[in-house]
């Protein structure tokens, strides 16, 4: 019966050829403008460790002076060195690392490259295990090293293939900063989308190059990069005791109940900060998860959310264009439908046969948006934007892509099928 | 014409679901063309703002020293300086922590009082020297320059804190509504900072919305960063902008190799930093275009298809009032007010949902507000492009002859 539906519903669609492709062409730009859009929203806002953020937390502290302070108000972003070294010295998580953004000179053991500035990132060892982050080869630093000034660099997989070819570098000595640093680690690829551990230096940047241990990149006065906020006005130039939060620190707890222990010992530490008279504040402390964190941060630019609403309102439009056009078409076919009433089809038979009909339409459509919604994605990693190389279509999504068109042009066959089937066989007969 | 609109809603009501699917089109479309153009507009005022600097003429080269530590950095910079100075083509140049359109700062809060009290004003702290206004081209309307005795070095960990500044107009107003900033204090941290200086303009280093509000307040401090990394911003003569884009960069690397200039981004000019820093706006401000205008041709392509169709259904009774004594005229002018009545109603609802659309976006997005002539404008878009679109269908209908009347099919 399907076949015979289907080879009905080509005939018809071939009848009117002009009609057909409006309605193709409709679907498909209206499929195709949402996809992308859509595919984009949803690499931004994805969860960038999934099974495993639900674990992480962010814990923030508010060591700020009373100057200034509104009610209410949220704590910094980021923690201060000693706030910091507390939180971990005191290891009270799971896992914890604190963490900072900066940027090292590398001067490349083959002399026929240039010297060249790398994005780097300083942090104690448990960024590693913390965040699922692969190895290649070799492994992270060791605990003690957190704390000996050791001489140590993990390198990301594009700057051990730029340095290396790709060879295993474990052991090797490269130069950073005027100092020699011995590669114990290189990762494979690895680029969480958006770079949510450090939200200071671009929401959905490239991973760093290079991985120091905090200590020796602070004590050797490698350059910093990301945001530092100070208050009070002390002329401190030691970045250690200064009052400015500038690191970030994050905190692994594996159970509920460990996250609301943890939230207690950040507040106990905040009021023990005050009655040591470091804290002028009351204790003022959150524990966002990753997710929240990112949420709260609000990481998806408002620009990439407008234009799915956008494209979706577009769509809407293409589909009540699609719902006129196949009313009109369907009506127009009242004397043929008739006549199959009146030679015995029911009226459930006709239904079927127009929505196989419309189904036909929208499969076309669809294929037609996956092919634009492609296009689409092409050009946006064609764009400067931070996040453009993540726009890729995955197979979820294009399973979505060709779900959304068919289900969308069925619906959009719904009221034109039902309105033709009611068509009384008697009547249409005799008008012809 | 009056005549006909009786008729035509009777016509109608057979014919309630193709006419109600025809005005909610036309108020969809209103709806999204209203406000796509709205946000086409706004980002279009975003990317002609004025930075306030020769940007026809002005280099930036990002240089950073290999292996020197913050005290190496003065004697290099100033070495550096005198190079790219000397260099043929080359008005003047200096060096800098920030410049308009480069997306990365410093950005304080600067106040009439000391200790963070009394008024307080957002502004971008922009390192300068007594070379700065000249290199940029800034326009000085009212004090001084800054002398080079008062120029200093500044290490990453110092306090700001300088006693002479030079701040734009935008900011001069914003702290001082009697107009007369010069020789006035303000406080950047504990000690007092005299202005010394007004330029007309200098926008922030920012183009994001969220520094929009203050994007006019800007600080020139005479301090020179000593830190490993630093901008230097080169001013060239007419006509000699690509040949500085290579000798200055040429000329930095012979006179000291120790140095990183980056590939991506490191010699550019200050036209190709404007594309960079407003390339969302302007890929925003296409992409709502692309949207409006395929929007516009699907909704009259769908007007065109329904009305093709019902004449197609209605050809006898056309045929009957031509029989009738109907002229082309009046079968055409029936079409044309049919369409103009569903048009009317389409954009009443579509007005109104033009308006709360706008509100939806004022609330998620932090839009601005919809102001009527866009709606208006819309509105007459639309009943035009109906117009436009129902036009062959009607002439189709109104060469219907009237013996059409006397056939049985």
Same mark, same amino acid.
């Given at each position: 019966m399907f076949a015979y539906y289907l080879d009905l519903a080509l005939r018809s669609l071939k009848r009117n050829k002009g009609l057909t492709a409006l309605m193709v062409l409709a679907i498909a730009l209206g499929i195709g403008a949402s996809m992308t859009t859509l595919t984009v929203l949803h690499v931004l806002s994805g #969860? /960038?460790? /999934? &099974?495993r953020s639900a674990t992480l937390y962010y814990p923030q502290l508010d060591p700020r002076s009373l100057e200034d302070m509104r009610p209410g108000e949220a704590p910094p972003k980021q923690v201060s060195w000693m706030d910091g070294m507390n939180l971990l010295k005191a290891g009270r998580a799971d896992r914890q690392a604190l963490m900072t953004g900066g940027a090292v000179a590398v001067s490349p053991p083959d002399a026929a490259i240039d010297p060249f500035f790398e994005r780097a990132r300083y942090t104690t060892r448990d960024f590693f295990p913390m965040f699922d982050v692969p190895f290649l080869y070799g492994h992270a630093w060791s605990r003690a090293d957190d704390n000996n000034d050791a001489r140590l660099v993990v390198l990301s997989y594009r700057i051990n293939e730029r340095l290396? &070819? &790709?060879? #295993?570098?474990? &052991?090797k000595v490269l130069r950073m900063g005027g100092k020699d640093f011995r590669i114990v680690g290189v990762l494979k690829p690895w680029r969480p989308a958006p770079h949510f551990y450090d939200l200071m230096t671009g929401d959905y940047s490239n991973s760093e190059g290079v991985y120091l241990p905090l200590l020796t990149a602070t004590d050797l006065k490698f350059p910093f990069n990301g945001s530092r906020d100070c208050w009070g006005n002390s002329a401190n130039v030691d970045q250690k005791t200064a009052q400015c939060t500038w690191l970030q620190f994050w905190v692994q707890l594996d159970t509920p109940a460990k996250a609301a222990a943890y939230k207690q010992f950040l507040d106990n530490y905040s009021r023990q900060q005050k009655s040591q008279g470091v804290y002028q504040r009351d204790p003022n402390v959150r524990l966002p998860d990753l997710m929240q964190w990112l949420d709260y941060n609000q990481v998806v630019p408002s620009d990439v959310q407008m234009q799915f609403w956008l494209a979706l309102g577009f769509l809407v439009v293409c589909l009540v264009n699609t719902i006129g056009l196949m009313l009109a078409k369907f009506l127009r076919r009242a004397g043929e439908l008739g006549v199959r009433r009146a030679l015995g089809a029911s009226r459930r038979s006709i239904f079927a046969q127009l929505l196989v009909e419309a189904g036909a339409v929208g499969l076309v459509g669809g294929i037609g948006g996956l092919l634009l919604a492609l296009a689409g994605l092409g050009l946006v990693r064609m764009q400067a934007t931070d996040y453009a190389p993540l726009a890729h279509l995955d197979m979820s999504m294009l399973g979505a892509t060709m779900l959304l068109a068919v289900v969308a042009t069925l619906f959009a066959g719904l009221l034109p099928a039902w309105r033709a089937c009611l068509i009384p066989p008697a009547l249409q007969l005799k008008s012809n | 014409m009056n005549l006909q609109v009786k008729p035509i809603f009777s016509a109608l009501r057979h014919h309630k679901a193709g006419t109600l699917l025809i005005a909610l089109q036309i108020a969809l479309t209103l709806a999204i063309v209203c406000n796509a153009l709205f946000i086409i507009q706004q980002r279009i005022s975003l990317l002609t703002r004025p930075s306030g600097v020769d940007e026809a003429h002005l280099i930036r080269v990002m240089n950073g020293w290999v292996g020197a530590s913050d005290k190496d950095v003065g004697p290099l910079m100033q070495s550096d300086l005198d190079t790219l100075r000397r260099l043929p083509g080359v008005v003047d140049a200096y060096a800098t922590n920030a410049t308009p359109l480069s997306g990365g700062g410093w950005a304080t809060g600067m106040h009439s009082k000391p200790d963070g009290k009394g008024k307080r004003v957002q502004t971008a702290i922009y390192f300068s020297d007594a070379h700065t206004l000249d290199t940029l081209g800034l326009k000085l309307v009212a004090g001084r320059n800054f002398h080079a005795s008062e120029v200093q070095g500044f290490l990453p960990n110092d306090t700001l804190q300088p006693p002479q500044i030079i701040v734009t107009r935008a900011l001069a107003d914003n702290l001082f509504s009697d107009g007369h900033a010069v020789g006035k204090v303000v406080y950047l941290g504990k000690k007092p900072s005299t202005i010394i200086g007004v330029v007309a303009r200098l926008q922030v280093p920012w183009v994001a919305s969220w520094a929009s509000n203050w994007e006019g307040n800007s600080t020139l401090v005479p301090r020179q960063m000593l830190t490993n990394g630093t901008n230097y911003v080169i001013r060239v003569r007419d006509g000699q902008l690509q040949k500085v884009l290579h000798s200055a960069p040429a000329a930095l690397l012979a006179a000291d190799r120790m140095r990183v200039i980056p590939d991506d981004q490191g010699v550019v000019t200050f036209e190709q930093m404007r594309a960079k820093a407003y390339k969302s706006d302007r890929g925003m401000a296409i992409l709502m275009g692309v949207i409006c205008t395929v929007l516009l041709a699907i909704t009259a392509a769908g007007i065109v298809g329904l009305t093709s169709f019902w004449v197609g259904q209605r050809r006898k009774q056309i045929g009957v009032r031509r029989a009738l004594g109907a002229t082309r005229h009046d079968i055409l002018g029936y079409f044309l007010t049919e369409n103009l009545l569903i048009g009317i109603a389409g954009v009443a609802i579509g007005g109104a949902l033009a308006v709360g659309m706008n509100q939806w976006l004022m609330h998620a997005f932090e839009m601005q507000r919809l102001s009527w002539p866009w709606i208006a404008g819309g509105v007459v878009v639309l009943l035009l492009l109906g117009q436009a679109a129902v036009l062959a269908p009607a002439l189709r209908a109104s060469n219907v002859p009237p013996v059409v009347a006397t056939r049985s099919v």
């Open positions: #969860d /960038p460790l /999934p &099974g290396f &070819g &790709g060879a #295993d570098s474990t &052991g | -």
